[in-house]
């Protein structure tokens, strides 16, 4: 049985009560006919197994990673040591005097690129449907926004690869256009014009904006799963330009 002992000081004004448990001895602290005890944590082998083959996992991904890190470091102290600067003595250059002194090739009207970053899309597509008219006769007016869509995926595919060391931007070059080409083939516009809410103007700024806080977080977690990345930039593409077309008939043929 428990016993409870009341003790009280007085000094001056202030009064202190202390409650003090008595225990009968031998309790420890503890009621006899409570059968909890406390006893070390028991570690089951097959979790304990499991979280050695985790861990064995992530350090050779840290490992690699490393490796990763380290050759992008190098490369770029030897890129500062070997910068260089260079200059155009333009007083030597015989310029013409406009554009009346060029043969003409044909072309579209040009295409307004608004606000999006992609005039390296704009462009090179203009180049591509000028020498189809040239090498065919045939006029097609192609998708600037189909390249650019497929150029972001790649993007998004070396962003996981290279461990978030490589560019990911509106930017790019020509050569992107033809490399899309040879990897995805080519759509007329009239099929994918890059406008899934009939919108006549062009503005990536939301997009742009999306895709690189989502890219920030993949590279800030250690998120580098490439086909689930890629998922996730696809969505975000499709909700801006719209998803791609699987399947179009063209001039009587299914592409």
Not at 135 to 160: C, D, N
Not at 239 to 252: C, I, T
Request: hydrophobic letters at 35%; proline letters at 5%; charged letters at 30%.
């Amino acid at each position: 049985m428990r016993s409870r002992i009341a003790s009280r000081f007085v000094k001056g004004s202030t009064t202190l009560l202390f409650l003090v448990l008595a225990l009968p001895a031998g309790a420890a602290g503890r009621d006899e006919r409570d059968p909890a005890v406390y006893k070390p944590a028991y570690k089951f082998p097959i979790f304990e197994e499991m979280k050695e083959g985790r861990e064995a996992k992530q350090a050779a991904l840290d490992s690699l990673q490393k490796l990763v890190d380290e050759r992008y470091k190098a490369e770029a102290k030897q890129e500062e040591e070997e910068k260089r600067s260079l200059r155009l003595d333009w007083s030597r250059i015989a310029k013409p005097a406009g554009p009346e002194a060029f043969a003409a090739a044909f072309h579209f009207p040009p295409v307004r690129q608004y606000n999006t970053g992609t005039c390296w899309s704009f462009c090179s597509t203009s180049y591509f449907e000028s020498e189809v008219a040239r090498r065919t006769g045939r006029q097609v007016k192609l998708s600037e926004m189909w390249t650019v869509y497929w150029e972001y995926v790649e993007k998004a595919r070396r962003f996981v690869r290279e461990y978030g060391h490589s560019e990911f931007s509106q930017g790019s070059l020509d050569l992107g256009t033809r490399e899309v080409y040879r990897r995805y083939g080519a759509v007329p516009e009239e099929f994918y014009p890059g406008l899934p809410d009939s919108s006549a103007r062009h503005d990536h700024t939301l997009l742009s904006r999306e895709l690189r806080a989502y890219l920030d977080w993949v590279k800030e977690r250690g998120y580098w799963e490439e086909e689930k990345v890629l998922a996730y930039v696809r969505s975000i593409l499709d909700s801006h330009l719209g998803a791609p077309p699987e399947r179009f008939e063209f001039e009587g043929r299914s592409f």
